[in-house]
């Protein structure tokens, strides 16, 4: 059973980078390292207000499948 919880949290964790990676993409490199854009803010709309929520549904998923491994391999 721990082994499927495993592999779903390499999976999870693979997605959440990509689409970190991704929400970044008009940044620049200076933006993938930490550095400011000095940009202005801007709402987001379509693909990136849904990849916005995808990633915060990823990381929670990721946050309750971690506690369900650590509570199962007891």
């Known amino acids: 059973m721990e082994q499927y919880f495993d592999i779903a949290l390499i999976i999870i964790s ?3 980078v990509a689409s970190i990676i991704l929400q ?3 940044v620049g490199l200076g933006g993938l ?3 400011d854009s000095g940009g ?4 987001r709309r379509g ?4 990849l916005f929520y995808i990633t915060i549904g ?6 309750v499948l971690t506690l ?3 509570i199962v391999s007891r």
């Open 24 to 26: 970044s993409k008009g």
């Open 68 to 70: 369900i491994t650590v």
């Open 58 to 63: 990823l990381g929670v998923l990721f946050v």
């Open 14 to 16: 693979i997605a959440l």
């Open 33 to 35: 390292a930490g550095g």
């Open 40 to 43: 202005v803010f801007t709402a």
């Open 47 to 50: 693909i990136e207000k849904t």
